[in-house]
């Protein structure tokens, strides 16, 4: 503590010095002790000072309430004088006043409060709630004319008063106050309400004649309706009907008025339906639509398609639905015809119609002309087959196959005529080119359906022999998992793998199929054949099957041979972790032991047999060395972390120690950068063993260099002396360890600050934690 009293004397005095400047810059050790944010923020709310509070005073007798009440006053007073504007205070004023019962003195203070600011909608609204809270009825109703009277565009103030009288059951009074309101012409909200309030004492006549003041006012097509469903729901129908009729007339013939009212029309011809009058309804529609593009009647006319629907009859809804899309894809065929997504669209359309007239019991007449119709569409479609024999081109129109197969299957039940589309489908193809699985997998899936398991196989053999493909391969082979046909999927496999022996997720695949079935030597030999190959891909994935395959078996020395044949293949560093983890984890019990315990054992559980954490860290050992016999540094500290990992679970402080001696030092290195012509710093990694054996010299130079460093930390007396050495003494490692890491990852890799001074090239040799020499 007296290090750190004595600091600020310190810091005075190296300001005055310019080349200790320096030295206080590189100072990087931290002092004995570290304080946190936790800290800082704990000591603060320990050293903050209570709050005050003003302490509570009992009165016991008038004198003294007298003297409380003068001196509040005084406080009030003189709060008012300084803040004469903040309506804040006045409302404390006033509200204090109150609470003790003192109204005259209340008033005179909102009063007083109003003549500084009058147009406060808070300081009216408290005015009145202390009058109303202080049953002085007749005060509040005052305090509300004058209000509203100052200030008629609020709102709030005519809501306040209206709900005031209709709460003393005053309608009259209250209707006084609406004819007030309604003569500013207020929004919709103010009409309503004031039309509510006629409707709860069932005044509808007066209700009407507001909603007839209220189209004077605003002759909007929302207001008209609004007014329309109001004698509608009252009973008053003709009323109801001459409202809508007034509405027509008002809004006229021209095209832009009829395209403003179309809600009008809309409710007008939702009106008469809901009356059951479907000719009325229809009228409104046609008047309105034959008066409008149909670019800008999308709504009405979808209204007018629901209409015919749920009302209309066959021919009705056929002109309006389906007559005006069919049109409208005409054209836009005739403009494209190779526009599949429209023939989509199209045949989506027609589909949609037969589903309809079924659903509303049509005639087999009736039935059949709609599926003839349909079949034209996709006649139609299909023929436009796609220029050239590119399969970008194919992609869509395939689907237009498919989805007629699927139509003469699902809708007609014409299974001839489904095969007779797939086998045409499959002709038009040029397989020789490209082909489409699909295709191929939906015929055969439609002949296992009609119960012709030999034709689909058929299919599906021919496809592979036309043009092989992997999808072809998997769903040949689902389907006979699905048929429960093992020997006929092993066959499969054998032509998959023949015809792509470089695929490792096949291999797989065949070797979990004899894994399911339990025929574990013919899975060994499958995954032999499949690590046996000259050229895979992603061989990694096939090499991990295997091994877990015999990991889940229990077979230790067997998973311990791959392992040992990968590492001679490849050598990659995760194998070699890979390797060392799988000796000291625990697998199953081999499964001879397991079946004969499974009979005594009733809960199911299985054996497990413990790893050897010594072959585990000579694993360690041997991949270290290889990887350093490689020249591999970076993959050297992945296996030094992971053994380091595995120590700290496993072994002793002294494993520990020798793997963290193993660690590299981090140094900073000069060199000439072409690009630049300047001299850059980068980050290397020396490793004590590889120095110790190439150089020795220089590894003992280095060695000393990094101790002289230590003891050049230890050594400075700023900002704590000895104890920022210490602390750096005890944080090296750690800082050691990051800085490796970070450069192996890629972090502390790279060009440094630049040096434009001409140095000569060289080596300047870091602390651990990163820092430069400049301060030696």
Known sequence: MQELKTAPQRLSRYRTEPYARISLIIQRAPVSFQITAEQLLRDAQERQESQFRAPRQRVEDFEELHEYRGRKREEFEKRIRQTRGNIKEWLQYANWEASQNEFPRSRSVFERALDVDSRSVKLWLSYTEMELKSRNVQHARNLFDRAVTLLPRVDQLWYKYVYLEELLQNVPGARQVFERWVQWEPDDKAWQAYIKMEVRYQEYDRASAIHERWVAVRPEPRVWVKWGKFEEERGNLAKGREVFQQALEFFGDEEEQIEKAQAVFNAFAKMETRLKEYERARVVYKFALSRLPRSKSSALYAAYTKFEKQHGTRSTLESTVLGKRRIQYEEEISHDGRNYDVWF?????????????????????????????????????????????????????????????????????????????????????????????????LFARFEVRRLDLATARKILGASIGMCPKEALFKGYIQLELDLREFDRVRTIYEKYIEWDPTNSSAWIKFAELESQLEDFPRTRGIFELGISQPSLSMPELLWKAYIDFETEEGE?????????????????????????????????????????????????????????????????????????????????????????????KHGTPTDIAKVQ????????????????????????????????????????????????????????????????????????????????????????????????????????????????????
């Open 345 to 441: 669209d199209y045949a989506r359309l027609e589909e949609g119609a037969l589903a309809d007239l079924r659903e509303e019991g049509a005639t087999s007449e009736e039935g059949e002309q709609t599926i003839n119709r349909v079949r034209e569409v996709y006649e139609r479609a299909v023929a436009q087959v796609p220029p050239g024999n590119e399969k970008r081109f194919w992609r869509r129109y395939v689907f237009l196959w498919l989805d007629y197969a699927l139509f003469e299957e699902i809708e007609t039940k014409d299974y001839e005529r489904a095969r007779q589309i797939y086998q045409t489908a499959i002709k038009l193809v040029p397989h020789k080119i490209f082909t489409f699985a699909k295709l191929w997998l």
């Open 556 to 648: 230790r020395e067997k998973a311990r041979s791959l392992y040992e044949r990968l590492i001679k293949l490849s050598g990659h560093v995760k194998v070699w972790i890979s390797y060392a983890l799988f000796e000291c984890e625990a697998i199953p019990a081999p499964r001879a032991e397991r079946e004969d315990e499974s009979d005594d054992d009733e809960e199911g559980e299985v054996k497990m047999v413990e790893g050897d954490a010594e072959l585990a860290r000579q694993v360690f050992k041997r991949g270290y060395e290889d990887l350093r016999s490689k020249g591999l540094k970076s993959e050297r500290v992945a296996v030094l972390e992971v053994w380091k990992s595995f120590e700290e």
């Open 661 to 776: 001696e193993m660690f590299p030092i981090v140094s900073l290195k000069r060199v000439y950068d072409p690009e630049s012509d300047t001299h850059v710093e980068d980050w290397v990694m020396v490793f004590k063993d590889d120095e110790r054996e190439s150089n020795p010299t220089s590894f003992k130079f280095l060695q000393m260099a990094h101790a002289w460093k230590t003891k050049g930390k230890k050594a400075l007396p700023i900002l704590g002396g000895g104890a920022g050495g210490k602390a750096d003494g005890e944080g090296g490692k750690e800082r050691e360890k990051r800085e490796v890491t970070n450069v192996t990852k890629g972090k502390g890799r790279g060009k440094g600050k630049s040096r434009d001074d001409g140095d000569d090239e060289g080596s300047d040799v870091a602390s651990s934690h990163g820092g430069d020499d400049s301060d030696g």
